[in-house]
């Protein structure tokens, strides 16, 4: 039987809940734990690899950590349909409450299971089990928050309240980084291959109890709740707004790409330029602190001179600029040049970024608004943000040409300029 589609919109309540500082805290924080939990796992992949994978092989037990980092990927959009589709149905609060608690289970696994040579094939078990789940969370989590902050937001302030999104990306960055950098001084080799990696693990998890506890009381956006079912709802997002969803995905899939390229600083330092670790991983730092900065201010901008304009001009900028920027680099691989560049190319791609995320919402009407970018975000960062430091990193070694990456991000930019172009402003609720 085919379910019934409701196709009028709901009535927008002239007095909407707003949300304070504790309530955009704990809204972004999900999202914050995903980029924490990202560059954690990254920056300590070869020390989960020989706790989980052991093998006679260094390389080896490294490729089936990342492998294993990378299955979380393949659930997002299963958790973007399911997810998605109850926010849209049951309202935000629920949907969000959902994905702190899914996450928090899938964090406290990977910290608390002992190795593989302690309870054996359990090991690597569980923590596949615990990235799956994972990505079923994150899959909705992106959808329900940024839902909540663009329709909690006072007139006029939109860019701001959203602009949190991608502020929480780059303090949880920062965040990794530091608590790395930290640690790589505090501790020795051998502290940290034993229990020292799961320490940043452990710290993200603070988070979660003030997270959950604001979560509850958060105000709920969705005024007019319907009874029609998930698959309603996915029916009527795939029926009238087929068009926004391809157009959202190319958009997300240029904003992946370059998000994730930018995360790959660190790593293309240490083995295209040969830099130093020590030296490679003020990248991170740097990376993680523009992201901040430029998601505050691109918000500011969005609200004062609409979020189209802030959204083209710096993807047209990024296009431009970042080839000259990987060309210094490459030519005077020195601190001071990798910090520039990085700092440039991650500044130019979150102003962009975040007025982009207000736009791709705002074009979503509010009865599937959480499941249209849900689903949009993550088909891009599942197909995308799972490849794009392997495409660069076939791209480098195949070519030999250092300058991979950024032809990379031109290709993509240009296909999600072209649609950001076409894509409809605001939905009207």
């Given at each position: 039987?085919?379910?019934?589609?409701?196709?009028?919109?709901?009535?927008?309540?002239?007095?909407?809940?707003?949300?304070?500082?504790?309530?955009?805290?704990?809204?972004?924080?999900?999202?914050?734990?995903?980029?924490?939990?990202?560059?954690?796992?990254?920056?300590?992949?070869?020390?989960?690899?020989?706790?989980?994978?052991?093998?006679?092989?260094?390389?080896?037990?490294?490729?089936?950590?990342?492998?294993?980092?990378?299955?979380?990927?393949?659930?997002?959009?299963?958790?973007?349909?399911?997810?998605?589709?109850?926010?849209?149905?049951?309202?935000?609060?629920?949907?969000?409450?959902?994905?702190?608690?899914?996450?928090?289970?899938?964090?406290?696994?990977?910290?608390?299971?002992?190795?593989?040579?302690?309870?054996?094939?359990?090991?690597?078990?569980?923590?596949?089990?615990?990235?799956?789940?994972?990505?079923?969370?994150?899959?909705?989590?992106?959808?329900?928050?940024?839902?909540?902050?663009?329709?909690?937001?006072?007139?006029?302030?939109?860019?701001?309240?959203?602009?949190?999104?991608?502020?929480?990306?780059?303090?949880?960055?920062?965040?990794?980084?530091?608590?790395?950098?930290?640690?790589?001084?505090?501790?020795?080799?051998?502290?940290?291959?034993?229990?020292?990696?799961?320490?940043?693990?452990?710290?993200?998890?603070?988070?979660?109890?003030?997270?959950?506890?604001?979560?509850?009381?958060?105000?709920?956006?969705?005024?007019?709740?319907?009874?029609?079912?998930?698959?309603?709802?996915?029916?009527?997002?795939?029926?009238?707004?087929?068009?926004?969803?391809?157009?959202?995905?190319?958009?997300?899939?240029?904003?992946?790409?370059?998000?994730?390229?930018?995360?790959?600083?660190?790593?293309?330092a240490l083995t295209s330029l040969g830099m130093p670790a020590s030296q490679a991983l003020f990248a991170t730092i740097v990376n993680g602190l523009m992201m901040l900065a430029g998601s505050v201010l691109a918000g500011r901008l969005a609200d004062h001179f609409g979020c189209r304009a802030v959204m083209v001009l710096p993807r047209v900028a990024l296009i431009l600029l970042i080839c000259p920027a990987f060309l210094l680099l490459v030519k005077f691989p020195r601190p001071f040049e990798l910090m520039t560049v990085t700092a440039l190319v991650t500044a130019?791609?979150?102003?962009?970024?975040?007025?982009?995320?207000?736009?791709?919402?705002?074009?979503?009407?509010?009865?599937?608004?959480?499941?249209?970018?849900?689903?949009?975000?993550?088909?891009?960062?599942?197909?995308?943000?799972?490849?794009?430091?392997?495409?660069?990193?076939?791209?480098?070694?195949?070519?030999?040409?250092?300058?991979?990456?950024?032809?990379?991000?031109?290709?993509?930019?240009?296909?999600?300029?072209?649609?950001?172009?076409?894509?409809?402003?605001?939905?009207?609720?």
């Amino acid at each position: 039987m085919t379910p019934s589609v409701a196709t009028s919109l709901p009535v927008t309540d002239p007095v909407m809940p707003r949300l304070d500082r504790w309530g955009l805290a704990a809204t972004v924080s999900g999202n914050a734990l995903e980029f924490y939990d990202f560059i954690a796992y990254s920056t300590f992949a070869v020390y989960i690899g020989r706790n989980f994978f052991p093998a006679a092989d260094a390389l080896a037990s490294l490729l089936l950590s990342l492998a294993t980092f990378g299955i979380g990927f393949l659930t997002r959009p299963l958790g973007a349909l399911l997810i998605g589709a109850y926010a849209d149905r049951a309202g935000r609060r629920p949907a969000l409450l959902l994905t702190i608690g899914l996450m928090t289970s899938g964090t406290v696994a990977l910290v608390l299971t002992p190795s593989y040579a302690r309870i054996g094939l359990a090991a690597p078990i569980i923590l596949a089990l615990a990235r799956l789940v994972q990505g079923v969370a994150l899959g909705g989590e992106v959808g329900a928050s940024t839902a909540l902050l663009l329709e909690a937001a006072p007139m006029g302030r939109r860019g701001r309240f959203v602009s949190w999104q991608g502020a929480s990306q780059g303090a949880a960055v920062l965040a990794a980084g530091l608590f790395g950098f930290g640690l790589s001084l505090l501790l020795t080799a051998e502290q940290m291959g034993d229990w020292g990696w799961r320490v940043p693990f452990a710290l993200g998890l603070a988070i979660v109890p003030v997270g959950l506890y604001v979560r509850r009381r958060l105000p709920e956006t969705l005024l007019v709740r319907g009874s029609r079912g998930g698959g309603a709802v996915l029916l009527l997002l795939w029926r009238q707004q087929r068009r926004q969803l391809l157009l959202a995905m190319l958009i997300l899939m240029s904003l992946t790409i370059s998000t994730y390229v930018n995360n790959y600083m660190t790593t293309y330092a240490l083995t295209s330029l040969g830099m130093p670790a020590s030296q490679a991983l003020f990248a991170t730092i740097v990376n993680g602190l523009m992201m901040l900065a430029g998601s505050v201010l691109a918000g500011r901008l969005a609200d004062h001179f609409g979020c189209r304009a802030v959204m083209v001009l710096p993807r047209v900028a990024l296009i431009l600029l970042i080839c000259p920027a990987f060309l210094l680099l490459v030519k005077f691989p020195r601190p001071f040049e990798l910090m520039t560049v990085t700092a440039l190319v991650t500044a130019i791609s979150s102003l962009s970024g975040t007025a982009a995320l207000t736009t791709i919402t705002s074009a979503f009407p509010s009865e599937v608004r959480s499941c249209g970018l849900a689903v949009a975000y993550a088909a891009a960062v599942s197909l995308f943000g799972s490849t794009t430091q392997l495409i660069v990193a076939w791209l480098i070694g195949t070519t030999g040409d250092r300058l991979a990456p950024a032809y990379y991000v031109i290709a993509t930019s240009i296909v999600g300029l072209w649609a950001m172009l076409r894509l409809p402003q605001d939905s009207g609720n």
